[in-house]
């Protein structure tokens, strides 16, 4: 990947401390050098279904994170193992699975819940 500049950053540059927590999406969360999000969900079907999303998305974006299934809840870890350490491409990917999420959310046939 390469420079961003409507995101302010260089997707393969590890990031600082400082850097990651400035550009973190909601509800994700850096520590060791691994950016965090866990999920919960209804069933264990849907946090399945959420996972595969997210994989399918992952493949997409050429990035994949670490993805823990626990019954209802469903973990992500986000890692550039080359940088090692939290990336741009992290960054990116954590806000695609949030926008992921936001969809996921709402019925996909467009009916209202």
């Known amino acids: 990947m ?4 409507r995101m302010g950053y260089d997707p393969d540059r590890t990031l600082s ?5 400035d550009l973190k999406p909601a509800g ?9 999000r866990e999920f919960t969900f209804d069933s264990y079907p849907a946090g399945v279904d959420f996972a595969v999303r ?5 493949e997409q974006q050429g990035h994949h994170p670490d993805i823990h299934i626990f019954y209802k809840r ?6 550039t193992h080359d940088a090692g350490g939290i990336t741009g491409a992290d960054i990116a990917g954590a806000q695609a699975v949030n926008d992921l999420a936001d969809l996921a959310a709402k019925p996909l046939d467009g009916a209202e819940s």
């Not at 994700?28 to 965090?36: A, E, H, K």
């Open 54 to 58: 997210v994989a399918a998305l992952a």
């Open 2 to 5: 390469a420079y961003d500049p």
């Open 74 to 79: 469903v973990r992500l870890n986000y890692f």
């Open 17 to 21: 401390d400082g850097d990651v927590h």
């Open 28 to 36: 994700w969360w850096g520590d060791d050098g691994t950016l965090f």
